[in-house]
């Protein structure tokens, strides 16, 4: 089983980050946290730990009605929260990768009928986002 669902697009760095910020926002997901990996890197291995991961962001993106019903059904699903999207580009790449964690991982934890219905509603909104992010139809796994 995937983990992620992933689009590639042929935006520059900034242009995608901001584009899945939007299309996130459009499926009614904030931004909780923010994860600037490659500056971290610079900051604790070095500049050139960061030069060679890239540029690599993490966005915690929450909604909060889909976090509020699985927190409901089943409080320890907070560990899983909020949804994870990264937006990464290679040092040389000329495309942007954009990666959701898919889910269903949640249903692969969970017996719980209410968190599989979290789930599939969560994916649904990810994948919508991420098709939105690449201007295509739904994204592959």
């Known amino acids: 089983m995937s983990y992620t669902h992933t689009v590639t697009v042929p935006l520059a760095w900034d242009e995608a980050v901001q584009r899945t910020r939007e299309a996130l926002a459009g499926q009614g997901f904030g931004i909780l946290s923010e994860i600037n990996v490659r500056t971290t890197f610079e900051a604790k291995l070095g500049a050139g730990a960061g030069e060679d991961l890239g540029d690599y962001v993490i966005l915690g993106a929450c909604n909060p009605a889909l976090a509020s019903r699985a927190l409901s059904a089943e409080p320890d699903m907070g560990a899983l929260l909020p949804c994870n999207v990264v937006v990464r580009r290679g040092k040389d790449a000329a495309e942007t990768t954009v990666q959701a964690i898919d889910p269903q991982t949640m ?15 969560a994916d649904a909104r990810l994948r919508a986002a991420l098709a939105s992010v690449s201007g295509a139809g739904t994204p592959g796994n």
């Open 107 to 121: 249903v692969t934890l969970s017996d719980s009928p209410a968190v599989r219905d979290v789930a599939n509603d």
